[in-house]
DNA sequence: CTGAAAGCGCTTACAG
DNA sequence: CTGAAAGCGCTTACAG
């Protein structure tokens, strides 16, 4: 009871081999006649392609590889790296191509994960997540010329091919939806430092206030844990007459831990202070009230890159593709603040 | 520029193909002397395996692959998912295996993942996850002889392995903990009927409930996500004077949400309502009053299904193996219900 | 349109 | 202790 292979097809049909590998794989060679013959004996006594075989000769891995370097604990909070690998995953399947993934403790150890997958040819390519300032990865891909798909940008992403999105203009819209509200005092908590998009919505968090004449925008960093953000929002709010007024959330995660300090403090939402979460999820909608947030189809955003990927590993020509930029979603967190009300 | 293979080291070291696969792998049949030689050049030149080529000469192909049936939207949402993943990688890092994931939309489309893999030999084994009552996934798998590990059990796996932990003392620690504060109308709203655990728990707590002489004790069926939740929480909060005091959650999220509405309904927890989340996870301590959780180590849980189908490739006979009883964790969400503290 | 053969990069008996 | 050879299951020029 042996796995059938190509040679069992080729007795049963009486052909050789090599036609039988033209009958499956849809290549002329081979008339109608007998490629139908072939086809239903494959079918009928359950022939599968063995993978290392075709991998072997000169055919692609059809598997690519997704590393993901952080703490667990973050990890598994954050609807994020789900929703993306399920995007991810339901494009590759549709080319029969397998998804690799592997937790790693640092940069240095995701890099030698690449190299050995790519020495290995246990994947065709690999996607990168989590791009940082000056991101040691992204020479040391281009050095092994590895396909690879960055999952940020557009900047820093050197000659790969990278999926972004907006990070600026979401943060422009939310910070002039809070002014148009009255809110004058608004704080920003921050994502990991050295992120490149946590540098992007900073440097675009400055900025727009800056034109808007909002002298007390305040950006304090955080590590996206719940812990950090209860911390960060208690300082925030004990302040006293100088507290900010809304605070924008660098992730679901912390929007609910400050929203719970808030409570815990005696403060009301969305009369005392508004919240928004950026990256929506359905955790925003769980408490009460539901959050304010910047929504976008992140499941979505890992097909797009899939299918960069896969275009990259055909060896087409591909660059950056801008996917949507999120959206803002109000909900019940959001309103004029207190001190606006009560001046009118 | 091409990619160094054993005969570039055999050429270099002047010995033969054979010799060079004997040094590499450890095997005898070479001397000390060449072995070193050997694995110095292999280092210097940046050699590594073609997992291909040892997967086609007999090998492994030193991969593992988890289906995961359930819609992204809860998948996302629930911690357990990546947390077990996490917990299984590591293990499998330490001995270099890869873990294959694909998402599934059915059963029938989950056992021919199973059946291509393994016709593919591209994975060794696999990891079975959300185990069902009569699940027509266990028979597949026993059929094709393809390792697995089922997560759950330790009924209904069949010939398979199976990693599992103890539902029913876990619920009955729960329910004694609540009757001890006084509680006499204690809900349940559990998980997707059909499957096992969910079924596990729910025959635990009826006959916990009628061994302690709880009357009222109901069952409510869910599907996990934060918008049942709430629909179920409402409908057992709005039966007046014979409400529940208390309601166990089958997992975070609903339990979250139920929080939310016994708030949006003025109802004070744990005051007037006693909340316990099964499957404790960061989320629980991040709401407010932070939840009463079960608690237990899903990475550890993961780690040791790993280490089960690992020894099953190689060979071991092994069987089930019971893991850590879930604990309950006391938080601010449970307390003894108001009619008591009133009659005391 | 079809067949026979070489080759992908390893592992593993089998001789020396 | 070492070398030469066959074989894993495919794909792909190369002849007919």
Known sequence: MKRPTIADIARRAGVSKGAVSYALNGQPGVSEATRRRILDIAEEIGWNPNSAARALSGANAKAVGLALCRPARTLGIEPFYMELISGVEAELADRSYALTLQFVADQAAEVAVYRRWWGERRVDGVFLCDLRVDDRRVPALEEMELPAVVIG????????????????????????????????????????????????????????????????????????????????????????????????????????????????????????????????????QLVHPPLTALSRDIPAYGANAARQLLAAIAGEQITSYQDETPHLTPRGSTAPPATARGAA
């Open 153 to 284: 940008g557009p900047t820093g992403v050197g000659r790969l091919a990278s999926v972004w999105s907006d990070e600026a203009a979401a943060l422009a819209e939310t910070v002039e939806y809070l002014t148009a509200l009255g809110h004058r005092r608004i704080a920003r908590v921050g994502g990991l430092p050295g992120l490149l998009h946590t540098e992007q919505r900073g440097e675009a968090f400055t900025a727009v206030c800056r034109g808007l004449g909002l002298a007390d925008a305040v950006t304090v960093p955080s590590d996206y844990t719940g812990e950090e953000g209860s911390r960060v929002t208690r300082r925030l709010l004990s302040a006293g007459a100088n507290r900010p007024t809304a605070v924008i959330y660098d992730n679901d995660v912390m929007a609910i831990a400050g929203l719970a300090v808030a409570q815990e403090m005696g403060l009301s939402v969305p009369g005392d202070l508004s919240i928004v979460a950026w990256d929506d999820s359905p955790l925003c």
